[in-house]
């Protein structure tokens, strides 16, 4: 009932790719399989899942979940070998082994190639992006040269297909922490983000991390799926027993949620001014211009409540049982 309600509200579901570092965080688990609920609700299609990161299960994890929401089928590109990668709280290599994908993965492609193949086919500015992890991947987009797949520069086919991008990264106004610092999702390589951020050629909307993503902690409420549900397992794995709390930040989960439901009623979306990267990759946002493609939404709307939003991002998690079981 829900996915025919779904169907009949968004008649026309927003076309989706997803870029992901797949390797060092549980909130990209939780963002995916929301992005697969807002699939199942009709509100989405996804056309393509592609790694940011070369940990070798990167790719491999994005394969097991997109099947455990009975979607083996959708397109996977991969980093190149030099990209980066993190690990820490997310445990793919035991939840590869516990979710083995019964489907087989179909080839994956180097990510930029893949992001050509599946733009060029499709309308003029329709495609949403939305990146997770690192911009290696779409800065050798926005480089790439004409191919088999379209006479365009990689710059000329986003700004020609490419709708709106979503970038999680940064903190907002800005990120003032140590220059040394090398997790997150800007400051493993400056270059791209930098690269990304000035020659992007369509609306590009940053997300923020840091205390905005951490009064924001979503998850606890997966404690009540059932135990062979892949995002619950996520959580379990790098959170322990039921005793403890699974609540965690939201930065990818804010991320998909605005790309595909917009900011209202909980979002505000600053649009005067420009992110300015540094060659460690630290943000800010700076006022004195403005350049009309770049807003960012780091802040709740006047009067909105952090634990609001929790329950509609928690809301979403509970429903997760209907899909994504093994
Ligand atoms: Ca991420």
Redesign the pocket.
Known sequence: MQVMLGSMLYANPIKVILD??MDS?I??VAALAMLHHFADLGEVEILATVSCSSDRYSDQLVHAINTAFNRPGILLGAARADAPKHAWALKSETLLKEFPSKAKRKQTMPAAELYRKVLASQPDKSVVIIS??YLNNLKDLLLSSADKYSPLTGAELVAKKVASYYC?GGTYPADTQDSSIYYG?FRPDPASTAYVSQHWPTRLVFTGGGDFAAKLKSGNILKQLPQNNIVRRAYELAKGDVSKDWSHHS??VITVWTAVRGTAPYFKETTMGYNEIDQYGRNTWKTNRDQPNHSYISDLKEGVEPEQVIEAFDAVLSRLSVTGLK
Do not use: C, H, I, R
């Open positions: 992901t570092d965080d909130d990209d997770l992890g999680m999702n930065a990818d």
